[in-house]
């Protein structure tokens, strides 16, 4: 991901825009993408000093400076770094510097001391040769990680993706943004919701109204924000929304408005982008549920198992709509064998707290759905926020969802009217 010092912006009033690459800028971003992969190849095993030393070398005029350290900064995103291990540089480092006092304060007058048969003592007792000592003495400094592997790069698609990375990194400053979304199958819009929520941005998801202003249009609208404390380190919470952006880019057709902090005066603006993506194939069926997801769908399996329950438990396919109040997006759907009464359950975890009162909120205002929203207790909300004669309510748990709690409550909701 590219930094905002690293983007081509223009500031024009109070609108922020990225400069996109002309077809000469795109050639040479492939160009150095090849040179600095081949260069990171070439240096796998090596020190990461060594491989900065080469990477310097390239020749670059001044007038793409900034460019080429966009291209430097992606590629260098793919490398795998880890210190050495053959022994922790900090034991060596104490035994060579106690070693070294200990010969110092014995050491006679005009005597000088002999680094060497230090060194190599040190390197005894910790198990290391005599000749790597030295070089294993600060290991653990940046400069010395070797590189383990570089991820596979092409440099046409590092260059096609560039002026994305540019949007990623005005992302990085801002304060809020809107997204609209349209044009994608069911499978894009499940996953793009599920990213919002694992990267625990606070967010409320409408359907775009179709152009006359009656019914539902295609897509959704998102808007996203955060936790108040977020807005007191905007680096952190624009990094996160940044992190959504390839989600987002994969929903078809695409316009993100937002609300940035730019340059060294902090100035706010409002920046704009937008496309439409070159068409991938889409993937068949349900998308994959997140980990915890499919800890909890086999924990539940094991358990109707166990119980011989009629209950049956699978990945949920549903986005959940209230017209004009919002929609949400569960995990799990619990199908009653005998009945077909559907339970949808949604894993809120330790998300966000204002998460819970906005779905509280949504099955007060009449969602026709059964649900249940598993919280933790570390958010501090009372099962008691859903009033019993509503079809929702919250499970609160200590440490992981029980299968059992969830069955006990699937019951409960099953007798429970809904709204349609």
């Known amino acids: 991901m590219l930094t905002a010092d690293l983007v081509n912006a223009r500031r024009r009033g109070d609108r922020l825009q990225i400069v996109p690459l002309d077809p000469a800028a795109r050639a040479r ?17 090596r020190p990461r000093d060594e491989l900065e030393a080469t990477w310097g070398a390239v020749e670059v005029a001044s007038h793409e400076r900034r460019l080429a350290d966009g291209v430097l900064k992606l590629v260098n995103d793919r490398c795998q770094f880890e210190p050495p291990s053959e022994v922790d540089p900090t034991a060596l480092r104490g035994e060579v510097f106690l070693r070294a006092s200990a010969a110092r304060r014995a050491l006679a007058a005009g005597a000088v001391l002999d680094r060497e048969a230090i060194l190599a003592e040190a390197a005894s007792v910790c198990g290391v040769a005599p000749a790597d000592a030295e070089r294993l003495l600060y290991s ?28 990623q990194a005005v992302l990085l400053r801002a304060t809020r943004v809107v997204a609209e979304v349209s044009g994608a199958d069911a499978r894009a819009y499940r996953r793009l919701f599920h990213k919002l929520k694992f990267l625990r941005l606070l967010h ?90 499919a800890a909890l769908l086999a924990r539940l399996g094991a358990r109707i198992a166990e119980k011989d329950s009629p209950w049956r438990a ?23 064998r005998d009945s077909g009464v559907q339970v949808f359950v949604e894993l ?6 204002e998460a819970v009162w906005r779905r509280v909120a949504l099955v007060e205002r009449g969602l026709p759905h059964r649900i249940l929203f598993a919280v933790s207790k570390q958010l501090r909300v ?32 099953a007798e429970k009217p809904t709204s349609r």
């Not at 971003?29 to 095993?45: D, F, K, P």
């Not at 809120?348 to 707290?353: E, H, N, Q």
């Open 29 to 45: 971003v492939e160009e150095l993408a090849a040179v600095y992969a081949e260069i990171a190849r070439g240096h796998v095993g």
């Open 140 to 167: 653990d400094l940046r400069g010395a990680e070797r590189l383990r592997a570089v991820e596979p790069i092409r440099p046409a698609r590092l260059a096609a993706d560039f002026d994305l990375a540019q949007t």
């Open 204 to 293: 409320e998801i409408a359907p775009i109204a179709a152009p006359e202003g009656g019914g539902r249009g295609d897509g959704y609208r998102i808007e996203i924000d955060g936790p108040f404390s977020l807005f007191q380190a905007v680096t952190r919470y624009g990094l996160q929304l940044a992190m959504a952006l390839p989600a987002i880019v994969e929903c078809g057709r695409w316009r993100v408005e937002a609300e940035v902090l730019w340059g060294k005066d902090r100035r706010p603006v409002t920046f704009h982008a937008g496309g439409q993506p070159a068409p991938r194939a889409a993937a068949a069926g349900a998308p994959e549920p997140r980990e915890e997801v």
């Open 314 to 336: 699978s990945a949920a396919s549903a986005i959940l709509d209230l017209p004009g109040a919002g929609l949400c997006v569960p995990d799990l759907v619990l199908r009653h």
């Open 348 to 353: 809120l975890g330790f998300w966000s707290r």
């Open 382 to 413: 009372s099962e008691a926020a859903l009033g019993d004669e509503l079809p929702g309510m919250l499970y609160v748990y200590a440490r992981t969802p029980d299968p059992r709690a969830i069955l006990e409550r699937a019951d409960h909701l």
